[in-house]
């Protein structure tokens, strides 16, 4: 199942709508931006849940996928979108979280949810710069026995992310580059 263009210029539309704010802002690395994408303002959105969930699961189509998971906070709305669109398309995909530090209590659980030892995964996230958060996952989803075939994500800054994955040897692909949004 192709993407639906009519699917990803909605999404293109809310980003721009609820999710893009001008304005001097920090960014996580310390360096500063005129605009900051607050995608969890689309990923818990109701239609934009529904439209990333759709897309994303469309982009896997074809994949060796088994579950699709990243790390929290930006991940976890569209881990539950991708699952949620997988069941209803009758390819259900578990999903799973990755945490910035091991849980002190309970379990003591690095990664919650459904990664088996062996399976082939996705790993999404909102918003990319450096890509260095998601490499940090990746690392823990390795370390837990998944192997990461694609990392998918709905925009991407276009600063340098691409290049680490791919240094790293990820295929990487994001619904939308700032670019697209018409943001520099």
């Known amino acids: 199942m192709p993407v639906n263009p009519e699917y990803r210029k909605r999404l293109m539309e809310l980003i721009q709508r609820v999710g893009v704010r001008h304005g001097e802002v920090k960014l996580s ?3 500063t931006s005129s605009y900051y994408i607050d995608c969890r303002m ?6 934009g849940a529904f439209l ?4 994303i699961l469309a982009m896997l189509e074809g994949e060796a996928v088994d579950a699709v998971g ?5 991940a976890d709305p569209i881990v539950g979108a991708v699952c949620y669109a997988s069941y209803c398309h009758n390819r259900p995909l578990p999903g799973f979280l990755v945490r910035k530090a091991t849980k002190e209590h309970g379990l003591q659980k690095m990664i919650e949810g459904h990664l088996n030892p062996g399976a082939k995964v996705a790993v999404v ?12 996952a990746i690392r823990e989803v390795e370390r837990a026995g998944g192997a990461v075939v ?12 691409r290049e680490r994955f791919e ?7 994001p619904i939308f580059t700032k670019a697209d949004l018409g943001l520099e």
Do not use: C, M, N, W
Not at 52 to 55: A, L, P
Not at 70 to 74: A, K, N
Not at 126 to 133: A, E, H, I, N, R
């Open 125 to 136: 996230e909102d918003v990319f710069t450096t890509g260095g958060s998601v490499l940090e």
């Open 29 to 31: 690395k310390g360096g």
């Open 150 to 161: 694609r990392v998918l994500g709905i925009v991407d800054r276009l600063q340098g992310a």
């Open 52 to 55: 990333i969930g759709e897309i």
């Open 167 to 173: 240094a790293a040897g990820y295929r990487f692909t």
């Open 70 to 74: 990243g790390p929290t906070l930006g």
């Open 42 to 47: 689309v990923t818990t959105h109701p239609e």
